[in-house]
């Protein structure tokens, strides 16, 4: 045992420093030298793979939070730039830098000549490739411009889905560049020109790699869009005096959009939430901002004409990415996703993304061009918030459930590392817990195990699926009470009947197996009574919840006190009930006719009917122990 708490203290040891991955295959090489048994073998490698398996997260997880806040500084500093050949080369610089590549670089579109022209380069030593121009749909740039659609090629002279032309390919091998990736800059629909990324080696780019060179070209579009927007009322401003007051308008409109651009961006960088970025926008916007999750959005087919006009709003700003109106109010989509476009370039609708809620805007009747973009660079960034949220959210919801498995699992763990573990999570094993075993036939397994993983986060408990089962450890010392809680609050959530089986309270690690088999014996009587959508903890159904394995309860009833029934049906006889009542009162016939108000010869005429019906063996020990059974099983389940 002291071998294998050193070997976990020694993988913490290397995660704490980060170390590589086979630097955790010396712990276990020590304990085969050091003559640990096959088990203790197991278990290290076991602990190996957990603490690699966690290496993995926190790379992943560091690698993501260090993208999004290079993101989010970018944004920072293309929107406090104002110049525009100062906002290119930014936005090429920090692609090169964020994508590790050996160049970036970033054409610009000429509409009148239909040409995509080389705007300015990093990383780039060629000076035909500088002065580079594309034709329409000429060059992986070319394709790019044309269908507004990002494309990758791991190696570009051997890539026939573009058209090749001599200047192009020249200008490329010129440059030594092999692969390339190329992403449209779309502001409105409408293609300002291409960003780029290239090595010069062969090497394709991954998924996460194209999503952020595309997070990086919205920023930079809209960072275009500004810089631009900003030229054109200084050239404005200084040559037509007569149209003062609207210019002035139009620099107050765009300048508070890079106001609200800046503050969206220091909000998120400051460790903002939701709320902080609906109350910076409503400000900004000078009206009220609630955001509507994914079940507040009201159906296509709403009763209320309103309803029905917010839904309408919702789907058209999914569809198309911009904010939408219903009446008196904007809406804008905080989408995971982009709008898909179909070969004729309309928007496809059923593949405009994931909704993940929707901003919706109101006191403001009317929205210019540039107040409608700070509605939809909010609904953005909340978006970027709920997906990092969700992630997050994944994440503890995992290491809760590997909690629950070694709590429950009965090994030899260490008890210090697993309250640790627990105190990471907000949870303390020392207090009185209760174990609810779940089950719903009819609910989604995704939506119900989402359901209890946030309850359990809410109550500082913890939450899994073992043997099937979805399985809750909650704080707490009446079992019943919280499985009636829980199955309410999870029936809510998914729509359906939840039955729940109870145990505890129990206090340390040790109690925990037994409270979950015991809770797991509840719910599987229960369900054998066919008391779907009931709760029951051990105590509420005694030496039944023993008893019910599995069993044909309504077989049994039907075979050992059917014939008394059917009887009494037939008859209109009592039998039934004064056989329960005898029962009851241990056999005494003086007390049976007074709790049946009835004399004690009526009670004696009624079991003789009883022995013609059942037998005259009734009353032996091991038979009158069935037809006990069958009776108060009857009355349980109404069979």
Request: glycine share 10%; proline share 3%; hydrophobic share 45%.
């Amino acid at each position: 045992m002291d071998g294998l708490v050193t070997g976990g203290a020694a993988f913490l040891e290397l995660l704490a420093a980060d170390a590589p991955a086979v630097e955790y295959e010396r712990p276990v090489a020590a304990a085969r030298a050091g003559g640990a048994s096959d088990a203790e073998i197991a278990e290290l490698d076991r602990a190996k793979l957990l603490a690699l398996g966690l290496r993995d997260v926190l790379a992943d997880r560091r690698r993501r939070e260090t993208e999004l806040a290079a993101l989010y500084e970018t944004a920072n500093d293309l929107a406090a730039m104002r110049d525009l050949d100062s906002v290119l080369q930014a936005i090429v610089d920090r692609a090169r830098a964020l994508l590790g590549t050996d160049t970036a670089y970033l054409t610009l579109l000429d509409r009148d000549a239909g040409t995509t022209q080389m705007r300015v380069t990093a990383g780039s030593i060629s000076a035909h490739f500088q002065r580079l121009t594309l034709g329409p749909g000429e060059g992986l740039g070319g394709l790019v411009a044309t269908t507004a659609l990002p494309y990758v090629t791991a190696n570009y002279f051997g890539d026939a889905r573009f058209r090749h032309t001599s200047d192009i390919d020249g200008a490329v091998q010129d440059e030594g560049l092999v692969a390339i990736l190329g992403v449209p800059l779309v502001l409105n629909h409408a293609v300002l020109g291409v960003l780029f990324a290239a090595n010069r080696r062969e090497r394709p780019f991954a998924h996460a790699e194209v999503a952020l060179l595309r997070s990086l070209a919205t920023h930079a579009a809209i960072a275009i869009d500004t810089a631009r927007a900003l030229e054109d009322n200084r050239r404005a401003l200084a040559g037509l005096n007569a149209a003062n007051e609207v210019v002035k308008a139009r620099s107050a409109s765009v300048e508070r959009a890079a106001e609200a651009h800046d503050r969206l961006a220091d909000l998120v960088l400051r460790g903002g939430g939701i709320d902080d970025v609906a109350g910076a926008v409503a400000e900004v916007l000078d009206g009220e901002v609630r955001l509507l999750t994914p079940a507040e959005v009201p159906a296509a087919d709403a009763p209320s004409d309103a309803d029905r006009r917010l839904a309408a709003a919702v789907e058209s700003a999914l569809a198309t990415g911009r904010a939408g109106r219903s009446g008196d109010i904007w809406v804008a989509a905080a989408a995971a996703g982009t709008a898909v476009r179909n070969a004729g370039g309309a928007v496809d609708g059923r593949r405009a993304g994931e909704l993940l809620g929707a901003l919706v805007l109101r006191g403001r009747p009317e929205l210019d061009g540039a107040d409608q973009r700070i509605l939809e660079r909010a609904a953005m960034v909340t978006a970027l918030l709920l997906l990092f949220r969700r992630s997050v959210s994944e994440v503890e919801n995992r290491v809760r459930g590997e909690l629950l498995d070694d709590l429950l699992d009965g090994h030899d763990h260490d008890p210090a590392a697993l309250r640790a573990r627990a105190r990471r999570l907000s949870a303390d094993l020392e207090v009185p817990h209760v174990a609810v075993v779940l089950a719903a036939d009819d609910a989604d397994r995704e939506r119900l195990r989402a359901a209890a993983a946030h309850l359990a986060a809410t109550r500082h408990g913890l939450a899994g699926i073992r043997d099937g089962r979805h399985v809750l450890l909650l704080p707490g010392d009446a079992p019943a009470r919280a499985a009636r809680e829980i199955a309410a609050d999870i029936g809510t959530a998914v729509g359906c009947p939840v039955t729940a089986g109870a145990a505890g309270p129990v206090t340390g690690q040790a109690a925990f197996p037994e409270a979950y088999r015991e809770a797991a014996r509840c719910l599987a009587a229960l369900r054998v009574l066919g008391r779907t959508g009931d709760v029951a903890a051990s105590g509420d159904l005694g030496f039944l919840g023993l008893l019910l394995g599995g069993r044909d309860v309504a077989g049994f009833v039907a075979a050992t006190v059917g014939p008394l029934t059917e009887y009494d049906e037939r008859r209109g006889t009592n039998l039934t009930a004064t056989l329960e009542c005898y029962f009851a009162v241990g056999g005494n016939l003086a007390r049976a006719k007074d709790e049946l108000h009835v004399h004690v010869n009526t009670v004696t005429q009624r079991l003789d009917r009883v022995s013609r019906v059942l037998g005259p063996d009734w009353r032996d020990p091991e038979r009158a122990l069935e037809i006990q059974l069958a009776l108060r099983l009857r009355r349980l389940t109404d069979v």
